[in-house]
């Protein structure tokens, strides 16, 4: 049972390039979150899921775009990545309904150049 | 709308001495509050939560926290303090309805010396 998986750890882009976080959770829950980490700043919510096939937007979502194909997968997609943001991103899920624990994924380090 | 606050950005204990961190919140209903702790380098782990009921909930590793209504605070507190549990820790307010979603402060960093 690995939990909520992240696919890269660490990235360095350039302004301008593209790339996907993939995230992963084998636990069967409905909900998942994109959230991205900044010093000062707490966790703010990126985009989230309540179910396959469902995406809306969180607090910050500009710049980003999101997809749940599957479940048990929720992808993270920066089309023309800009040096604001350089920044942790963790993915999170949870089951329904609201009150439930999030699980938290180990992190991936992007920075843009 | 909703927020939380955590007044204290960075925090220094001795190690064996008691701790007390705060986070004041503001929400319109009865909230969901949760504490998170974040090692270097690592996710964030659930130390507690609190839905309904007994204001006082007991955690992981020896943490409690204590909701209080007419304060909108939910502290997180440790008698004793062991060098492990030096991290960062976030406050949360669950945001209820169908989303869970949640709003986190911006986080208390915290220092064990020996």
């Known amino acids: 049972n690995a939990g909520v998986t992240q696919t890269p750890k660490f990235r360095v882009l350039k302004t301008g390039q593209s790339m996907t976080l993939l995230c992963a959770q084998d636990?069967?829950?409905?909900?998942m979150y994109w959230y991205r980490q900044d010093p000062g700043m707490g966790l703010r919510l990126i985009h989230y899921?309540?179910?396959?096939?469902?995406?809306a937007k969180g607090e910050v979502p500009d710049g980003y775009n999101v997809s749940r194909l599957k479940k048990q997968n929720f992808l993270l997609g920066l089309e023309s990545a800009a040096p604001s943001q350089t920044s942790v991103y963790f993915c999170?899920?949870?089951?329904?309904?609201?009150?439930?624990?999030?699980?938290f994924g180990p992190g991936t380090r992007l920075t843009v150049l | 709308a909703q927020s939380v606050t955590q007044p204290d950005i960075h925090i220094t204990v001795s190690e064996g001495a008691s701790l007390e961190l705060r986070c004041n919140y503001s929400?319109?209903?009865?909230?969901?509050l949760f504490w998170y702790v974040q090692s270097p380098g690592q996710g964030l782990q659930l130390l507690l939560k609190?839905?309904?009921?007994?204001?006082l909930v007991q955690g992981i590793k020896g943490f409690e926290a204590e909701f209080k209504r007419s304060q909108s605070s939910f502290n997180l507190r440790k008698p004793s303090v062991h060098w492990s549990d030096a991290a960062e820790y976030f406050c949360?307010?669950?945001?209820?309805?169908?989303?869970?979603?949640?709003?986190f402060g911006t986080g208390t960093l915290l220092a064990v010396q020996p």
């Open positions: 999170a899920s949870s089951y329904p309904p609201a009150g439930r624990e999030q699980f």
């Open positions: 636990m069967n829950h409905e909900y």
């Open positions: 899921s309540v179910g396959e096939g469902t995406t």
């Open positions: 929400y319109g209903a009865t909230p969901y």
């Open positions: 609190y839905f309904s009921g007994d204001t």
């Open positions: 949360a307010v669950g945001h209820g309805g169908a989303t869970n979603k949640l709003i």
